[in-house]
């Protein structure tokens, strides 16, 4: 059994500043790729930011310069800081994590629950 589970969602203000994390624990043999997506009301769901094993990093055009993807894989967990926050970036984030439950097992992704964050005055 494999859990994602996210944490520090929460309200704040235009211009503020959150920090996601999100810590994968269970049955993993190792962990490829780590990202975060957001889904907004009426929309569909949409990559923030993804990190490979190594450390390399993408991020959705909306976001960069703004957030910052980092993981710790000793601790199997992926982080999003989200600086200059906007309304816009009102949504529920997952956390998705591409992963082998045993080396003999064909990598697949698990999602966590989603984490709340609402960027209003």
């Known amino acids: 059994q494999v859990q994602l589970v996210e944490s520090g969602g929460g309200l704040v203000q235009p211009g503020g500043s959150l920090r996601l994390s999100c810590a994968a624990s269970g049955r993993i043999f190792s962990i490829n790729a780590m990202a975060w997506y957001r889904q907004a009301p009426g929309k569909q769901r949409e990559v923030v930011a993804a990190?490979?094993?190594?450390?390399?990093?993408n991020y959705a055009d909306s976001v960069k310069g703004r957030f910052t993807i980092s993981r710790d894989n000793a601790l199997n967990t992926v982080y999003l800081q989200m600086n200059s926050l906007k309304p816009e970036d009102t949504a529920v984030y997952y956390c998705?994590?591409?992963?082998?439950?045993?080396?003999?097992?064909?990598?697949?992704?698990?999602w966590g629950q989603g984490t709340q964050v609402t960027v209003s005055s």
């Open positions: 990190i490979t094993s190594g450390g390399i990093t």
């Open positions: 998705n994590a591409d992963l082998k439950v045993e080396s003999y097992f064909a990598p697949r992704g698990y």
